[in-house]
């Protein structure tokens, strides 16, 4: 192995957890402070390749000098512009390889044209790149796939229909038109073998033509011609558009299965996995077949992925009665004992789906178990940048509910930031487990980092928080702390920042207020009360009043009692005739005052 001694210094050094993800490392300035930014920052990293590719793709003619001493072809861009000319069927076996889709079929019906034969290898391998693109320029290869619906909603066992509307990636019919480059070649190809009519099954059903496909196939047995595995698994993953009842989807996939036994077609990792993948949408039929196929499996020899793992859990984990925690401890078993590669797409699912079914089960040592198996080995690199901070976030709100709060405090220093961005939710979840911990002294820090994830002008976050410091006094130093949180929160309310100015909500004032008051800053309670509640025609509680006149009595502020006692009365609280009483006891007046 060539990267051995890589491998091998790599495994002394551990994830620094001050620091970001390591494809934001180039550019410091770059380094995102939430979700949204490192999404942006790593979809622009990417779309800028792309942007590069298309434009070499496109203006080859600039990018044809080499200046390289000595030239090392291997290390140069590869030629993208044709070499060779004329009606030939050389040149339309380069332009393929080119997979230049147009200048292709352009080329081809030429040859036709002229009468020039055209082999049925180059012919298939022009059906190949028609297929796989639906049609398309190759510069559409990166294009995202719309995500398949794979769930159907639990109703009445068997008997459940495919929706009218089709989903997924069958959602779109469009992408493989009627009578299309691919299919009008197929027509007039003089002779066709078993690779012509795989290929266009293939193809119909990548693109979303899964009726179209097995009638493809009917005719491909009436000509006696053999399908190869991965054209069954085509297939056996397009059984739930083409039946509607659960039981019926079953039995199609059945007839697959017999009739690859008939052609002698052994099965490999992606057709059980086709299969399962299928069964996630039969209901009871399902939950019913799904660990006799896993058997079978393991009858054949073929170990499982993770993708195989992902249909069974989602198979047995729907719904709101969820089952116990036995399927998923099996399934632990035996990923914690391997360290995986990617061997099907659908590899990437299967710890974000085990960790939010770890969550549906509120168990913390599940989860443990799921997270010290992603870390194994190079599993971590299942989880890309938009499943990572979906999974850490699950996780961080489970260990939120059922650890102990120096636990999580621990978790939240090692991944805030270095593996993951917390959500609002995430936050909240932090303020409650802070609460029912009573260890409000950390509230501040938290403000700090939501001011950092951008999530300042959140109001139900706002609002935990200043609920949080505001509910009981606490030493001086720390409420000193809670009064400069309170004072940053009015200023994001009144400021604007270059955004809308935030509005202020009655329980929001009264608990800013509050704050100001147990620290002795009588001005900037007066100010809230006097200026900022008739603004938003609002009244401040009898708590606050309270501890307005508090304040006044330790810094020795008649006056200041005297306008609260005004402002009550102006109102018409009931509690003016409590806090007149109270000024008057508290308080030396002057004749005056009196």
């Known amino acids: 192995?060539?990267?051995?001694?890589?491998?091998?210094?790599?495994?002394?050094?551990?994830?620094?957890?001050?620091?970001?993800?390591?494809?934001?490392?180039?550019?410091?300035?770059?380094?995102?402070?939430?979700?949204?930014?490192?999404?942006?920052?790593?979809?622009?990293?990417?779309?800028?390749?792309?942007?590069?590719?298309?434009?070499?793709?496109?203006?080859?003619?600039?990018?044809?000098?080499?200046f390289s001493?000595?030239?090392?072809?291997?290390?140069?861009?590869?030629?993208?512009?044709?070499?060779?000319?004329?009606?030939?069927?050389?040149?339309?076996?380069?332009?393929?390889?080119?997979?230049?889709?147009?200048?292709?079929?352009?080329?081809?019906d030429q040859l036709v044209q002229a009468g020039t034969p055209v082999p049925i290898e180059t012919t298939n391998a022009l059906l190949d790149l028609l297929c796989f693109y639906g049609d398309g320029e190759s510069t559409l290869e990166n294009k995202e796939e719309p995500k398949e619906d794979l769930e159907e909603p639990e109703v009445n066992a068997s008997e459940q229909k495919a929706p009218k509307r089709q989903r997924g990636s069958q959602s779109s019919a469009s992408r493989w038109r009627e009578n299309n480059h691919a299919?009008?070649?197929?027509?007039?190809?003089?002779?066709?073998?078993?690779?012509?009519?795989?290929?266009?099954?293939?193809?119909?059903?990548?693109?979303?033509?899964?009726?179209?496909?097995?009638?493809?196939?009917?005719?491909?047995?009436?000509e006696r011609q053999k399908a190869d595995v991965h054209t069954f698994n085509a297939l056996i993953a397009a059984v739930p558009y083409l039946k509607e009842k659960f039981v019926e989807r079953w039995e199609l996939a059945k007839d697959f299965l017999s009739h690859m036994v008939q052609q002698e077609v052994q099965p490999n990792l992606l057709t059980f996995n086709a299969l399962l993948k299928t069964l996630r949408r039969c209901g009871g039929v399902g939950r019913s077949m799904a660990l006799p196929v896993v058997k079978e499996?393991?009858?054949?020899?073929?170990e499982p992925s993770l993708a195989t793992y992902d249909h069974l859990l989602s198979i047995f984990y729907r719904g709101v009665d969820l089952p116990t925690s036995g399927i998923i401890n099996e399934v632990l078993d035996d990923v914690e004992k391997r360290s995986f590669t990617p061997q099907d797409p659908d590899d990437a699912?299967?710890?974000?789906?085990?960790?939010?079914?770890?969550?549906?089960?509120?168990?913390?040592?599940?989860?443990?178990?799921?997270?010290?198996?992603?870390?194994?080995?190079?599993?971590?690199?299942?989880?890309?940048?938009?499943?990572?901070?979906?999974?850490?976030?699950?996780?961080?709100?489970?260990?939120?509910?059922?650890?102990?709060?120096?636990?999580?405090?621990?978790?939240?220093?090692?991944?805030?930031?270095?593996?993951?961005?917390?959500?609002?939710?995430?936050?909240?979840?932090?303020?409650?487990?802070?609460?029912?911990?009573?260890?409000?002294?950390?509230?501040?820090?938290?403000?700090?980092?939501?001011?950092?994830?951008?999530?300042?002008?959140?109001?139900?976050?706002?609002?935990?928080?200043?609920?949080?410091?505001?509910?009981?006094?606490?030493?001086?130093?720390?409420?000193?702390?809670?009064a400069k949180c309170a004072d940053n929160i009015?200023?994001?309310?009144?400021?604007?920042?270059?955004?809308?100015?935030?509005?202020?909500?009655?329980n929001n004032l009264g608990y800013?207020?509050?704050?100001?008051?147990?620290?002795?800053?009588?001005?900037?309670?007066?100010?809230?009360?006097?200026?900022?509640?008739p603004q938003i025609n609002r009244i401040p509680k009898d708590e606050v009043m309270?501890?307005?006149?508090?304040?006044?009595?330790?810094?020795?502020?008649p006056d200041e009692a005297i306008k609260l006692v005004k402002l009550a009365a102006s109102l018409g609280l009931p509690s003016a005739q409590r806090l007149k009483s109270r000024t008057e006891e508290e308080f030396e007046l002057s004749e005056k005052q009196k």
């Open 1 to 66: 192995d060539k990267l051995a001694v890589l491998q091998t210094l790599a495994s002394t050094v551990k994830r620094d957890p001050t620091a970001a993800h390591y494809m934001f490392q180039d550019d410091p300035f770059l380094l995102p402070r939430n979700a949204a930014s490192a999404r942006l920052y790593s979809l622009s990293k990417e779309a800028g390749r792309n942007a590069a590719k298309y434009i070499i793709q496109q203006y080859p003619q600039y990018f044809d000098k080499t």
């Open 69 to 108: 001493e000595p030239n090392i072809p291997c290390l140069m861009p590869e030629t993208l512009t044709p070499q060779v000319e004329g009606l030939s069927v050389e040149a339309l076996k380069e332009r393929i390889h080119l997979r230049r889709v147009k200048d292709s079929v352009d080329l081809y």
């Open 183 to 222: 299919e009008r070649i197929f027509k007039i190809m003089p002779e066709r073998n078993a690779h012509s009519y795989c290929t266009m099954i293939r193809g119909m059903v990548k693109h979303g033509a899964s009726a179209k496909a097995y009638d493809m196939y009917i005719d491909m047995l009436n």
């Open 297 to 302: 499996m393991e009858a054949l020899g073929i």
């Open 349 to 482: 699912h299967f710890f974000s789906t085990a960790m939010h079914i770890c969550c549906d089960l509120k168990d913390i040592k599940l989860a443990y178990r799921v997270n010290k198996a992603m870390e194994k080995g190079e599993n971590w690199k299942f989880l890309d940048m938009d499943r990572v901070n979906g999974y850490w976030s699950k996780f961080f709100s489970l260990l939120c509910m059922m650890e102990q709060i120096d636990v999580v405090l621990k978790w939240y220093k090692e991944t805030f930031s270095s593996v993951f961005y917390p959500t609002p939710k995430n936050i909240l979840d932090l303020l409650q487990a802070l609460d029912a911990a009573n260890h409000l002294e950390a509230v501040p820090s938290v403000w700090e980092d939501m001011k950092q994830l951008g999530f300042s002008r959140k109001q139900d976050l706002l609002e935990e928080l200043l609920s949080l410091m505001s509910r009981e006094r606490h030493p001086e130093e720390i409420q000193l702390e809670f």
């Open 490 to 506: 009015r200023a994001f309310h009144e400021q604007g920042r270059e955004q809308a100015v935030m509005e202020w909500t009655g």
């Open 512 to 533: 800013v207020a509050l704050l100001f008051s147990r620290v002795g800053r009588t001005q900037d309670a007066w100010y809230v009360m006097l200026e900022r509640f």
């Open 546 to 557: 309270d501890e307005f006149l508090n304040c006044a009595k330790q810094t020795n502020c």
